[in-house]
């Protein structure tokens, strides 16, 4: 039981990220409250200081997971920071678990788009903490990577990048897909992102936004646009590795949908809260590779 209640938090990590990944896919950023969106703006003025929260549930379960996700500027770089954390019966079967993902990265692209610095994981499990911290060098054009904690082996790696495209962290994508850098929400346009390199292959994220037939056959219920996604089934024990987003005519996604997780089924997310948080948030210190 506890090993399937870790996957289905799993699932609830990658769900939260990627419904703040999708949160508004288009050609044109959507600006927190405080600012209007400006294309002459740059992705990070866009988008810093916007706090999204999320709240996860499964069967008849509402509340299992909730999670958050904001920007803010840190020494020069931006750092995007999504916690997750346990609640309700499924808080007392992991023994409060917290998962914090931080996204370090720089502006490319005069300001359009951002290129992924490092990515740092952190999983609390009451008090039992493991970590990972993945770094890019683009001047050698290498991938490093080091693991360790709660009881487990250290690993470490290098992977060289491909020399002719990106590779997005998911919260890095979820910035660009939202800035219009992957291309213009258009019903029945399918979408490929790249993310971190593998030794034996490059993973991809597939997405494509349903057309007005498929959503009428599909749907009992009026939405303005359906998007499905396809990713490695094996990040969260998911039989299908399909994900399935509702999304308002303005792009924002009042339901998504992670389908057959292994023994929890479906599970489902939904955004509770959207603002401005100019206040500090607690930003974790740079893990170091050595």
């Known amino acids: 039981m506890r090993l399937k209640a870790i996957r289905l938090f799993l699932s609830v990590v990658f769900l939260v990220s990627f419904l703040s990944w999708a949160r508004g896919i288009g050609a044109e950023p959507r600006a927190p409250a405080h600012a209007p969106a400006d294309k002459s703006r740059s992705i990070a003025d866009a988008f810093l200081d916007e706090e999204l929260v999320y709240e996860i549930g499964f069967w008849l379960f509402d509340e299992v997971a909730v999670g958050k996700v ?18 309700g019966v499924v808080d007392k079967i992991l023994k409060h678990r917290k998962d914090t993902y931080v996204s370090r990265m720089k502006l490319a692209e005069g300001g359009k788009r951002f290129v992924t ?6 999983i609390d ?23 360790w904690g709660g009881g487990k082996e250290e690993k470490s790696g290098t992977i060289d990048l491909p020399e002719d495209r990106y590779c997005d962290d998911p919260i890095a994508a979820f910035y660009n897909f939202r800035y219009g850098v992957y291309g213009p929400a258009e019903k029945g346009r399918e979408y490929t992102i790249y993310s971190f390199p593998k030794e034996d292959r490059l993973p991809k994220i597939y ?31 998911s039989k299908s590795g399909d994900i399935e987003i509702a999304f308002t005519k303005d792009m924002v996604p009042v339901e ?35």
């Open 207 to 237: 997405l494509k936004i349903a057309t007005d037939e498929e959503m009428e056959k599909r749907l009992n219920k009026p939405v303005d646009y359906l998007a499905d996604a396809k990713i490695d089934k094996e990040l969260f024990g």
């Open 70 to 87: 904001t920007l803010k500027k840190d020494n020069g770089e931006y750092a995007a920071v999504l916690t997750a954390y346990t609640t």
């Open 256 to 290: 998504a949908v992670a389908k057959g997780l292994v023994f929890f089924g479906d599970v489902r997310g939904r955004l509770v809260h959207e603002g401005v948080n100019t206040s500090d948030v607690a930003i974790p210190e740079a893990a170091s590779l050595e």
């Open 117 to 122: 610095l490092s990515f740092e994981k952190t």
């Open 125 to 147: 499990t009451n008090g039992e903490v493991r970590k990972s911290v993945t770094r890019f060098d683009y001047d050698k054009n290498v991938m490093t990577w080091r693991s």
